[in-house]
């Protein structure tokens, strides 16, 4: 196992709790945005606040909107419908979901649609996440129902998919393609889900976990447009598997407590993993050469503080 | 000019020594508004207590006649509104709250990383029976301190000479903060092993950036003449001459008398004759303040090195310095009798210059008159009078003479720092940290103080009675921790200070952790690491017991049960399973059996608690077919439901461990129970599947079995201590006439 250091990096220390962020798609060649959910905790005023980054060295953010919500954000997504408008989808504490439109030009917000809270879930709305086109959303929450939110020209329109009445809670969820999805909860589980099957979960994962990994939580997936078939997740303990559809009992463990021999030395954090991304930076010849039985490379970060890619076998941290 | 040296209160609470400095301006009452969103009319019942940092908990209740009449679910018996009250803790400099929690997060990792080694090398002594090793020791503090330092902001430039701009002779620097300045003088006097031969050095390179910048106002003269930068190119542009200013000149000697040799410099070169159209007239006067340019900046220095742009040329030997000190003096000394002076014309250059010289040869009464504190003239003696000072004592009474040639009503915080340092009283430099920097200094401080001195460390590692049997090192860190503590951003980094605390600091960690609500997932994660870093598995359990219970309680059954297998929670857990058995026997409806089978499905994955869950699992089959056979006749599901039956029946597993809790008070007989209850569930429906149509589903022994469980059961209602269930008065006749139909049938078949 080999482990390089990155050194090039910069700390961009922020005033406020900064409790999601998001890069916005790129508007011009120039422009490069960033899209920052931050709560202030000496007011208690919870925004989204879309930053301009200078890529000067140290680089620099400059606020340009804000806009201000009730509680504290849980979940920031963002999408670009094709060659129109992005949209920011954000999720609160209190259970209400906003979507935002921010005006290409100069970043003020336009305009806004929300459902209040206590409708979609009772509780927290714990992860939400945006079609690629942003015509739809799906929200998962503590309360186990899962919705999904069409977001559409005259406003939001929700539906409920599933409601385990508080038997299964779900924490994060990520949508593989316009029809299918998935979903993470306690217990390291997953869930697969498929509209044109409505009911339940098409697939699960449980797994069977020796006894730390199956006391973990999983905070975020992320599938690969082009395998669709892999459920990449993260969460407690340092662990990140894939989970594949097509082995759907035997997950691969890229990093954390290992089926079978726990604590094993695989492990680059005991923390928890708050976001798991495939290294998108890959040129696709890079991916091609890798087999299709393998795991793309990993970008991972956790709540000690490390920012690691993770290939299986080997992994690069700073 | 005593009356310019007022101190500078950056403040202006300078002098009370409470912790957290508090502000008794405002006497007029704040109002704040409660949002606590309950309908009118309100009882008049209100409790008020602490919550975490300045917030209050308001407990707003409604009066028992309101509720009763509203019977909206919505509207509870009240509700609890937390108010946050403004006021940050304001560290005495530090008022930007964002500013001071960097520095405290970006202590947090040189402190655990010197606490690490520090545990590691206790550690190997041990190993070794030998004392720790002083030289990697105080490496690692001076690295320590080195980390500190740059956290609390750049040193900056010290003032530093632009050649390419003449206007700006000083540049603006990022305002260095007394706090850093207080750092830098521990971290020269205490951290700094390998540079002590140069602490008089070190010591005009710390007044250089401190006296402009933090005290601005001792400097009044170089500040005057530094807020006049205009006034210089006004000179320039009206090619007035500058040498005719008293001011310059006052700039020069002044800069001169702390050491700004490059300021010096830079200054003199602007002197009217060195103007093109001057240089055939006044040649020799240009030769003269050129000479006192190059002896200015050809000074020798004892250090190893100059920082870039700074003049003076150093040496390393004490020997050396002296050879190059005594020649230089002599230079000196040799253009101070020069036959020029005669021929320089000008008074004010002639006067100056050799004001100049005599500040470069240690004149002190010059020297006296050119500085404004007894700062600049304690290290105006470093410079010219006595660059061998060493030793603390020595000093000190260095330090005694220019105070009392130069007297201050009331010392600034550094000055009374300094004061301590020199004076080897540990004693009052603690109270000084801790008075004038607040917690966050002193708790850092200590490891600098510690280093090397034995008296200190033994100051402040002794355990004392007067402070609950910790040292003072641990209560300096526990009140930081403390401060830590109150507030929510920072809470988490609490847990590094109070665990380097031997005596309180677990005791202390394990309130914390316990008052963070943890039914917040993301608390919860983050208590259950650090207990997980601190080997707290107790207070992670309990957490996580408190969050199962909170989420139960909220009807996330799921996250409940999670929670609490998580915390090996077996008492909850059975309370729960045993929720499950009052299920058995009613009818119950699909979507409550569907949460029924859940809930056994969630508890059954746990073998540990599973005792009494296997007699559920066998139930929820049985159950499972009966409700197939509900939905169509269909046989194959009848005889599995059949089969499921018997399998309940005749299991010996009966969970009688289980039910015995459940049936201690009435004592009667368990088999019987649940016998009873089995069968009373089955009464229409199953009476159905006892006597099935077409034909018997079950066999000449199952039926005598039931029968027989039947016996047993009608004997037991007999006893005079069982306890009846809600049952049609005539189940059990039923039952018995079904069963002996099928047994009839079945006898029939065979």
Known sequence: ?318 | MPGLLTVYHPSGHDESSALVQFSSDSNTPIVYSLHHGLKSPIAPRLSISWSRGNSLRVSVFRSPETTETVLDEVEVGGKVVELKLSGEYVDSEINDAARWRRIAYGSVSPFAHLQNKKNAMAALSELRHSAPYDVDWSKYVLEYSKEINSLLGSRGSSPTSLIEDPKTVLENVEEPSSLKAAWELLEIFYADKQSQAWIPEQLVDWSAVMIVKVLPLFFSKTCNWRRGGEHLSVYDSSLQAVEDEPAYWQAISSALAVGWLDIVVKLLRLHGSYQLNQLGNRETENGLVEAVAVLISKMPRMRAHLPDGKLGECYYNKSDFIKAWEKWRAQITKLDCSAFWLQCSHNHTRENLKLLLQIMLGNTGTLSSATFHWVELYIAHFLYISPFTSGLESMHALAQKCMQLKPTSSPHKLMRLIIGILGENTEVVLAECSRSFGSWMIAHATELLTAGSIQAEILLKEERHNLGGVSIEESHRLVYAQVLSSHALTWQIAPIYLISCVKHGVGLLEILLYKQPVYHSQVLLKNIEICRLYDLDSVSANAMKIAGVHHWKHGRNGAGVFWLQQAGDEVRLNRIAQKLFDFVGKSISDESFEQWEGLIELLGSESRTAAGLEFLHKYRDFKKSLQQVQDGILTDAARKAGEALILLMKNPSTPQRFWLPLLYDSNSNPKGRRIEEVLNHFCDLQLKLLNWQGRPLLNVSQTNLLLNKLQELSVARLRPDFVEVGMPAGALSSVRVALATNLGRAILEE
């Not at chain 1, 979901?97 to 917000?109: A, G, K, Q, Y």
């Not at chain 1, 990520?174 to 390291?188: C, D, I, K």
């Not at chain 1, 998108?280 to 890079?286: G, L, P, Y």
Request: proline letters at 6%; a negative charge.
């Open chain 1, 1 to 318: 196992m080999a482990t390089e250091t990155l050194k090039q990096f910069h700390r961009l220390p922020q005033s406020t709790y900064v409790d999601a962020l998001r890069f916005l798609p790129p508007l011009s060649a120039f422009d490069r945005y960033v899209v920052v959910a931050s709560f202030n905790s000496d007011s208690d005023e919870t925004s989204i606040e879309i930053h301009a980054l200078n890529p000067s060295t140290p680089p620099i953010l400059t606020l340009q909107s804000s806009f201000t919500l009730s509680s504290r954000i849980s979940s920031l997504k963002v999408a670009q419908k094709s060659l129109q408008n992005p949209l920011i989808a954000a999720s609160t504490f209190a259970g209400s979901l906003h979507v935002l439109f921010p005006n290409p030009i100069d970043v003020s917000f336009e305009s806004e649609v929300s459902i209040p809270e206590k409708t979609l879930h009772l509780g927290p709305i714990t992860c939400l996440d945006l079609q690629e086109n942003g015509s739809a959303c799906v929200s998962v929450g503590e309360d186990g129902r899962v919705n999904l939110i069409s977001v559409g020209d005259s406003g939001l329109d929700y539906r409920r998919i599933f409601d385990s009445k508080g038997l299964v809670s779900y924490t994060a969820s990520r949508w593989a393609s316009p029809t299918e999805f998935a979903t993470g909860g306690l217990g390291n589980s997953l869930q697969w889900w498929d509209q044109r099957r409505p009911g339940g979960p098409v697939s699960q994962f449980k797994g069977n976990w020796s006894q730390g990994a199956a006391s973990g939580v999983v905070h975020s997936i992320d599938i690969h447009p082009s395998r669709k078939h892999t459920c990449l997740a993260g969460g407690s303990y340092g662990t990140v598997f894939a989970w594949d559809l097509r082995r759907p009992q035997q997950p691969i463990v890229l990093s954390g407590i290992d089926a079978g021999e726990p604590m094993s030395s695989s492990s680059i954090s005991e923390s928890e993993v708050w976001e798991v991304q495939y290294d998108t930076f890959m040129s696709a010849s890079n991916r091609a050469n890798i087999s299709s039985e393998r795991v793309l490379p990993v970008m991972i970060c956790s709540e000690d503080g490390i920012l690691a890619v993770i290939k299986q076998g080997c992994h690069l941290q700073s």
